[in-house]
């Protein structure tokens, strides 16, 4: 089951009919009988999300930015030539889910979280590469803990020669065959003892993009919060709200600009962050054969825990959120 903790009873599904989206339904039915001949199989007609609902001191559930996500599915499926998603429908779908599912969801206190997957996939007979004339958006969840294992603790990672994506390709969006792409190289960092695998960006593999599937950031030695500017970079929402995070509450200046992979030095301390991953720090970073070590290389520094604990007192209903970024399902 990997990242998930346990299967979950309940599940939302929505299908389109002559391209428009339908009201859906919650199903116990874990599996999806679709025609052989579907995109999803063959041409990767397929996208995801993820976001999480985190109970609080309170026992109220709570949703972290869903807006966000509603608006990075809807970019996705335009660039996959698929329909978009009405906003009633996706906030309907999770919050049925969550509701449905709330005796799994895990109690506040030891840093789990109950992960949501919304996903649309093409289907039907399909066989020549054009978009499929129907679709299914479904969502469903699984409590879950910690995505890196080791809590805290800085993680060893290393470059690859590989891209997840094009430099105009769907880096951009959560479409499937970007996980495709990246299981190969995420495999050869894992068998040479790495937590997981740097990609460089595609068109002059001099700068840093992303860390496997979660979004690189860096503190200079002056308490400089850095993270990378690319076309082929998932827009992380956990990214955007840590620069928030450090611009207005840390006050830190804050910087989207180009990372180089020869000029690591310049950081004190890195780090990768997603919904999955929260925040990891990263211990060393490897590239051809080259060991950059941030800070002492094991213990979190200063500035991501301060960054870590700020996310996580808002995720948890800990600390007042910035307006709007907080959605009460519970
Ligand atoms: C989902 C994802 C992230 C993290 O995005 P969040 O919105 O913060 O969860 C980063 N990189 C990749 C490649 C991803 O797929």
Redesign the pocket.
């Known amino acids: 089951m990997g990242y998930a903790l346990k299967e979950t009873k309940y599940r939302y599904r929505a299908y389109t009919e002559n391209g428009t989206w339908q009201k859906g339904f919650l199903t116990e039915d874990k599996n999806i009988s679709i025609h052989e001949g579907s995109n999803v199989f063959h041409y990767g007609q397929a996208l995801f999300?993820?976001?999480k609902a985190y109970k609080t001191k309170d026992g109220d559930v709570q949703l972290f930015r869903p807006d966000?996500?509603y608006i990075?599915i809807n970019e996705g499926l335009k660039r996959i030539v698929a329909p978009e998603l009405p906003e009633e429908l996706f906030f309907e779908a999770i919050e049925e889910v969550v509701r449905a599912n709330k005796d799994d969801i895990p109690e506040y206190g030891d840093g789990k979280s109950l992960y949501i997957r919304p996903f649309v996939i093409g289907q039907g007979m399909n066989l020549g590469v054009k978009p499929s004339e129907e679709y299914l958006f479904s969502v469903f969840c699984a409590p879950v803990g910690t995505y890196f294992k080791g809590g805290l603790a800085a993680l060893d990672f290393v470059t690859t020669d590989y891209d997840?994506a094009a430099a105009n390709g769907t880096?951009k969006v959560?479409v499937a065959g970007?996980?495709a792409a990246?299981l190969y190289p995420r495999q050869q960092a894992i068998d040479a003892g790495y937590a997981g695998v740097i990609y460089l960006d595609p068109l002059t593999h001099s700068k840093i993009d992303?860390?496997?599937?979660?979004?690189f950031f860096a503190v200079t030695h002056d308490n400089v919060l850095v993270t990378p500017k690319s076309s082929s970079?998932?827009?992380?929402?956990?990214?955007?709200?840590i620069l928030y995070i450090a611009e207005h509450m840390l006050g830190m200046k804050v910087e989207e600009r180009d990372a180089h992979i020869d000029n690591l030095d310049e950081f004190k301390e890195a780090g990768a962050?997603?919904?999955?991953?929260i925040i990891t720090p990263i211990g060393s970073i490897t590239h051809k054969g080259k060991k950059t070590i941030f800070g002492d290389g094991e213990t979190v520094g200063e500035v991501t825990k301060k960054l870590y604990d700020t996310l996580v007192k808002i995720y948890y209903g800990d600390m007042e959120a910035p307006e709007g970024w907080i959605r009460k399902v519970l």
């Open positions: 999300e993820g976001l966000l996500n990075r997840r880096g959560k970007n996980y990246s992303e860390v496997g599937a979660a979004n970079i998932l827009p992380s929402i956990t990214k955007r709200s962050c997603g919904t999955a991953a």
